[in-house]
């Protein structure tokens, strides 16, 4: 059940009551597989990466080296940034081979809105 906790900002995200020590399964283990989709973790970037999908060769390396597969591929082609689980790391400028530099890093107050024009086929904001 998921409860909003009493003065707890209502951002979209329901937060469930914590639980209580006896609660917490031994070492703090994840019990249920496959559930990081459901935990948006680019509300707390301070940089967001945009891509320039003129300047990308389709090289993937962004995409494989992305610690948190945010960078959206379909039909074996980047279309752009999945900025509810991108955390801003910039580990896809980094490998971005520099000739291209197609990722650029820019801070999220002077770049909202604009990586998601830069994302082409609808890659997720999380404004
Ligand atoms: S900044 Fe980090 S988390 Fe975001 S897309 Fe690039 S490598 Fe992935
Ligand atoms: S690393 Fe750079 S050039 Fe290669 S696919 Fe990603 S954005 Fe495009």
Redesign the pocket.
């Known amino acids: 059940m998921s409860t909003l906790k009493e003065g707890t900002a209502d951002v979209g995200i329901a937060r469930e009551e914590p639980k209580g020590w006896r609660d917490v399964p031994t070492g703090g283990l994840i019990t249920e597989a496959g559930n990081a989709m459901e935990y948006e973790t680019g509300d707390w970037r301070t940089f967001r990466?945009v891509w320039h999908k003129d300047r990308c060769i389709q090289c993937l390396f962004?995409w494989v080296?992305?610690?948190?597969s945010?960078?959206e591929v379909r039909d074996g082609k980047v279309v752009g940034?999945d900025y509810k689980?991108?955390?801003?790391?910039?580990?896809?400028?980094n490998e971005c081979p520099p000739k291209v530099r197609a990722?650029k890093?820019e801070l999220e107050s002077e770049a909202a809105g604009e990586g998601a024009a830069g994302n082409e086929g609808g890659g997720k904001d999380n404004a």
Request: aromatic share 4%; net charge neutral.
């Open positions: 990466p962004c080296y992305c610690p948190d945010a960078v940034i689980h991108c955390k801003g790391c910039g580990i896809c400028a990722i890093m």
